[in-house]
């Protein structure tokens, strides 16, 4: 056994194992004291990871390595533009596209349902294109827009505001995508 762990764990597998075990009894302790919403569980969890990966950080990497790593991230523009475009495509593309479809949405009666599930489907969307824009899959872009059209506009009694403010949301999103990947690849 003694093998396995210092293969694993590099021979930290005593301190590891005391840090991970005691934090690991305490944290517990002090939940079940604690109130029992749903939050506190995953807190938990999470409180857990934080833990183990501290304890592999401090364990197994070298602080040199890790300068040399942020140096060299720093010396691609390309990746931090790349990061840059997945931020602006999720919320703040977001907040753009809200609103220009402001005046359809006004007019919906059910808009606040549409407004919050379409933001859902916007940043999934907006992520898939721009990857897509990144791999030069153009086609399998024509793909999506021909799939969401027949999923999303194939109901006849729909008013026509609607349609409109679902056309131009997906429209203005799939083409802000688009132009951001475009924009990274100059």
């Not at 006004?106 to 990144?134: C, H, M, P, T």
């Amino acid at each position: 056994m003694g093998t396995i762990n210092k293969g694993i764990l590099g021979g930290f597998s005593g301190k590891v194992g005391t840090v991970i075990g005691a934090t690991w009894k305490g944290i517990d302790y002090m939940r079940s004291k604690s109130s029992k919403k749903p939050g506190n569980f995953s807190d938990a969890q999470l409180e857990q990871q934080a833990k183990i990966i501290g304890c592999w950080y401090f364990s197994f990497i070298k602080w040199s390595d890790v300068q040399q790593s942020w140096q060299l991230l720093n010396s691609e523009a390309s990746f931090w533009k790349t990061i840059t475009a997945f931020v602006f495509i999720t919320n703040p593309a977001g907040i753009l596209i809200g609103q220009l479809t402001n005046k359809w949405r006004e007019k919906i009666e059910d808009a606040e349902s549409l407004a919050n599930a379409g933001k859902w489907i916007g940043i999934i969307e907006r992520i898939i294109v721009l990857i897509l824009v990144l791999q030069n899959q153009y086609a399998a872009i024509g793909l999506l827009i021909t799939a969401k059209g027949i999923i999303r506009f194939n109901e006849k009694e729909r008013p026509e505001i609607k349609t409109e403010y679902l056309v131009f949301g997906t429209l203005t999103s799939i083409g802000l995508a688009i132009v951001t990947g475009l924009l990274i690849k100059l």
